[in-house]
């Protein structure tokens, strides 16, 4: 979904208090920076993440020091998921956009794929969630399973969920 222009305003607005709080608060580098972004799962770029992504980038930074900050692997420990590859890590980018935590991620592959682990899926298969997630990005798509079918069809009309 495109951003309205009140909405990019926004979105430079959050990119440009982050920078300058890693730049005169932290103290970091653009590239010291960018190495944090990634290894937190934001990818390499502010101007690739939705105003969600960066409101959590700045919630991030403005938690402490970079020793407080979670890495990835705080992250993979919390959620009980190992390494991933370099797709592994831009899907749990994706995910972590979408609000899914790891267990709707491992019910939504093991639908599909039977398979509940994505270092189990052979490439064809990485490339289809990949697909389906930016789908899903892309349409605002977040799957909330609270609402019930005939809340959702109340809500837009259709049932997304079966």
């Given at each position: 979904?495109?951003?309205?222009?009140?909405?990019?305003?926004?979105?430079?607005?959050?990119?440009?208090?982050?920078?300058?709080?890693?730049?005169?608060?932290?103290?970091?580098?653009?590239?010291?920076?960018?190495?944090?972004?990634?290894?937190?799962?934001?990818?390499?770029?502010?101007?690739?993440?939705?105003?969600?992504?960066?409101?959590?980038?700045?919630?991030?930074?403005?938690?402490?020091?970079?020793?407080?900050?979670?890495?990835?692997?705080?992250?993979?420990?919390?959620?009980?998921?190992?390494?991933?590859?370099?797709q592994?890590?831009?899907?749990?980018?994706?995910?972590?956009?979408?609000?899914?935590?790891?267990?709707?991620?491992?019910?939504?592959?093991?639908?599909?794929?039977?398979?509940?682990?994505?270092?189990?899926?052979?490439?064809?298969?990485?490339?289809?969630?990949?697909?389906?997630?930016?789908?899903?990005?892309?349409?605002?798509?977040?799957n909330?399973?609270?609402?019930?079918?005939?809340?959702?069809?109340?809500?837009?009309?259709?049932?997304?969920?079966?």
């Open positions: 979904m495109a951003m309205t222009a009140k909405q990019e305003q926004y979105a430079k607005s959050l990119r440009q208090t982050i920078m300058i709080k890693v730049k005169r608060e932290k103290g970091w580098s653009s590239e010291e920076f960018h190495q944090y972004l990634a290894s937190w799962g934001y990818g390499d770029s502010l101007r690739k993440l939705s105003i969600r992504g960066l409101q959590e980038v700045l919630s991030i930074i403005d938690a402490g020091t970079e020793a407080s900050v979670p890495s990835m692997q705080d992250y993979r420990a919390k959620y009980g998921i190992g390494q991933f590859d370099k592994g890590d831009f899907v749990w980018s994706m995910l972590r956009e979408l609000g899914w935590s790891n267990d709707r991620f491992r019910k939504f592959i093991g639908k599909r794929y039977g398979i509940v682990h994505w270092n189990a899926l052979d490439s064809r298969q990485k490339s289809g969630v990949i697909v389906m997630l930016r789908k899903y990005l892309s349409t605002n798509y977040t909330d399973t609270n609402d019930t079918k005939e809340e959702r069809i109340a809500t837009d009309g259709t049932d997304k969920h079966g």
